[in-house]
């Protein structure tokens, strides 16, 4: 990459990076980390601090040191471009990019295991209510599993198809019974659509949402 191009690309790569905001390290990790690879700024992330040059040093070693410095520097610089202003205070000087990334992960891991534990609590209790479609119930339980899967805990399709069918109130019972009795089983997408079918045909036969049910069900 063109050296002089780098100072405009690490802003514009730094700008869609998702910031730090302190329970989010994982992602945070993943983007910083994807995107200093696209500018080919990555060195001083893979490598050690190569020996300080010395007149016996070679062309090569002169070239590599030189190149590691400016991928040390840049990586440091778009690090810090990236993490919230009330976090980036409160973290101490750090001379090498890798030391900036362990440090943040040992003082921010914790908050990722909680975050975790808090999402994949919501994530097998969720119960569809009516308050929104089908599709827009499951999208968010799939959005929650993206998360789970950016914080290194990743949800096996199954289990979210499984996740999806617990969350089905009584209304969908037939349904439920047809998806245990057949052979195939299906993915999220699949289920997707037959469930968003299996909602227009229950609002065909007068039934509106699981929360008007349940409404007029308390009103008796």
Not at 45 to 73: C, G, H, M, Q, V
Not at 135 to 160: P, Q, R, W, Y
Not at 182 to 210: A, C, F, P
């Amino acid at each position: 990459m063109d050296p002089v191009s780098i100072p405009v690309s690490l802003h514009s790569q730094a700008s869609s990076v998702t910031i730090f905001n302190g329970t989010n390290f994982s992602e945070w990790n993943e983007q910083v980390q994807f995107h200093l690879g696209v500018l080919d700024l990555d060195l001083a992330l893979r490598s050690e601090k190569p020996a300080d040059i010395t007149d016996l040093s070679s062309s090569e070693e002169r070239s590599f040191y030189k190149t590691w410095e400016r991928s040390n520097r840049l990586s440091i610089m778009f690090m810090r471009m990236s993490i919230a202003n009330n976090i980036k205070s409160t973290l101490p000087e750090c001379d090498s990019a890798q030391a900036l990334l362990k440090t943040m992960e040992e003082r921010f891991r914790s908050a990722d295991k909680s975050l975790a534990g808090t999402l994949m609590a919501k994530l097998t209790t969720m119960k569809f209510d009516g308050t929104c479609g089908m599709h827009e119930h499951i999208l968010e339980m799939t959005n929650i599993a993206a998360k789970l899967k950016a914080l290194g805990m990743d949800v096996n399709e199954s289990f979210l198809v499984q996740f999806i069918l617990n969350s089905l109130p009584p209304q969908f019972g037939s349904f439920q019974i047809h998806y245990n009795t057949i052979k195939d089983k299906w993915n999220v997408n699949e289920l997707t659509s037959m469930l968003v079918q299996e909602e227009t045909r229950l609002k065909q036969q007068g039934y509106h949402s699981v929360n008007l049910v349940s409404h007029g069900a308390r009103k008796k």
